[in-house]
T-cell receptor, first 115, second 114 residues
Framework: AQSVTQPDIHITVSEGASLELRCNYS??????LFWYVQSPGQGLQLLLK??????LVQGIKGFEAEFKRSQSSFNLRKPSVHWSDAAEYFC?????????????FGGGTRVLVKP | NAGVTQTPKFQVLKTGQSMTLQCAQD?????MYWYRQDPGMGLRLIYY???????DKGEVPNGYNVSRLNKREFSLRLESAAPSQTSVYFC?????????????FGDGTRLSIL
């Protein structure tokens, strides 16, 4: 069955330090890949997406993600974290044969930023 | 730009009561979705509507019904609320024809069932 895993439930990082959030999926072909961010009390906002081509994609707010086919991974990175990056981050996967443009979400990683 | 609007934002119900969550989008999107969000479980799809006039079950449809009233509106109904339905509910929309289009989310409805 298709699945998405975010192995880290919580991550604490100091302001100015780098951040990497992991995402792994299980699927027989290359899916469509997304990262969303959710600030407290808010809906989900799209950070970036990957469909094909260059495996390093740039997103908003200084985030980037790298697709690695061999590892079935799509990890999110930011070189220098700001206090405003404290939020919950969700990896989502769209499978090309899924009807209705459905997405499967990982369980989320909550990021805490220390001053 | 309103995007996706959900009402109400908060609601408390007693077990057995019924309720309808409303969702409207102004982006002329074809597809609409209802998710529930529970701690540690990400978002799980309840129902979706690939286009006006169609609805389909998602991962966790039991206890819910939906209506795609028109292209803009997609409502979620709890006929007899249960404590297990305490959750945050999100509505989303996207273009239909391209599977690589992202979904746009509302701000959620926080629902507590006592």
């Amino acid at each position: 069955a298709q699945s998405v895993t975010q192995p880290d439930i919580h991550i604490t990082v100091s302001e100015g330090a780098s951040l990497e959030l992991r995402c792994n999926y299980s699927y027989g072909a290359t899916p469509y890949l997304f990262w969303y961010v959710q600030s407290p009390g808010q809906g989900l906002q799209l950070l970036l997406k990957y469909f094909s081509g260059d495996t390093l994609v740039q997103g908003i707010k200084g985030f980037e993600a790298e697709f690695k086919r061999s590892q079935s991974s799509f990890n999110l990175r930011k070189p220098s974290v700001h206090w405003s990056d404290a939020a919950e981050y969700f990896c989502a996967v769209g499978f090309p044969k899924a009807a209705g443009n459905k997405l499967t979400f990982g369980g989320g990683t909550r990021v805490l930023v220390k001053p | 730009n309103a995007g996706v609007t959900q009402t109400p934002k908060f609601q408390v119900l007693k077990t057995g009561q019924s309720m309808t969550l409303q969702c409207a989008q102004d982006m002329n999107h074809n597809s609409m979705y209802w998710y529930r969000q529970d701690p540690g479980m990400g978002l799980r799809l309840i129902y979706y509507s690939a286009s006006e006039g169609t609805t389909d079950k998602g991962e966790v449809p039991n206890g819910y019904n939906v209506s795609r009233l028109n292209k803009r509106e997609f409502s979620l109904r709890l006929e007899s609320a249960a404590p297990s339905q305490t959750s945050v509910y999100f509505c989303a929309s996207s273009q239909r024809d391209s599977r690589d289009q992202p979904q746009h989310f509302g701000d959620g409805t926080r629902l507590s069932i006592l």
